[in-house]
């Protein structure tokens, strides 16, 4: 397969690029967070998402070396936007369940990035899917626990759209939960995605953790989710994804 092999030279040939989209904290308004979003400059084919290259990296084991490159690059990023602008700042990173579980993860090796950079693990935050928390395998839960002893934040993303318990939330002590947008869509007219919002902020709340609404579109969507107690909010209503120039301009603001 062409693109196939185009992949495995992509990363040597610095065809990836991390594009980062503000996570805004809905009562104050600050933007505190950014989550980061690998995009593929194809010489010929121009900008790819990874919906339509990440199967073929996760078949092929690629997906290791692509998910060093994109943790290593997110963690240079934010240690420099911590320096020059918003010293608390972080910035999330996806890890799909075949990449998180694949042996050749290794926790160690991404903390020592961290350290190596002067960061301390709060600095960044593991977006990882329901479907990998339901996962019983141990070393999935000792995976995140080195995470999480070093300070690692972890997310659930796409909340709502899977079958996790709140048992497995509790169990692996998650900081945030996400809810997927195909909730926050429809919340201005359809009062059952209402109930199904409110009803994830009030639980998350209870357990301890942090709720962040994907997809927020409209200024109704965010007053919604702010009456609801909502934490934090992402989507085109607040900014779409940048790249890390257009980003930087952002937090440096108004000159
Ligand atoms: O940005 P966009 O909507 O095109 O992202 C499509 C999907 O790809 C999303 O589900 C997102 O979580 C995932 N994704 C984006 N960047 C990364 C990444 O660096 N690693 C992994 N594993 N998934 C990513
Ligand atoms: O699966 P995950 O939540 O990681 O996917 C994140 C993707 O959602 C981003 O790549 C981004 O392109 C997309 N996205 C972000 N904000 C919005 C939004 O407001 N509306 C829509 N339709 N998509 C969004
Ligand atoms: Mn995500
Ligand atoms: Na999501």
Known sequence: HMLMRDLSNARGQRQF?????PIVDMQSGRMLKAEALLRWLHPEHGLISPD???PFAEDSGLIISIGDWVFNEAARQVAQWRTLYVSD???SVNVSPAQFQAPSLRPTDWLASLQRLGLPGESVVIE???KLIMNA???VGEKLLQF????VRVAV???GTGYSSLTYLKKFDIDYIKIDRSFVNNLATNLDDRAVCEAIIMMAHKLGMKV???GVETAEQCKLLVEMGCDLGQGYLFSRPLTSERFTELLRGPL
């Open 148 to 151: 999480r002893d070093a300070g």
């Open 212 to 214: 962040v609404a994907e």
């Open 128 to 130: 990882i899917t329901e």
């Open 52 to 54: 339509d290259f990440l």
């Open 137 to 139: 395998a141990a070393s």
């Open 157 to 159: 993303d796409d909340f």
């Open 89 to 91: 700042f972080r910035v």
């Open 17 to 21: 690029r991390l594009y980062y989209q």
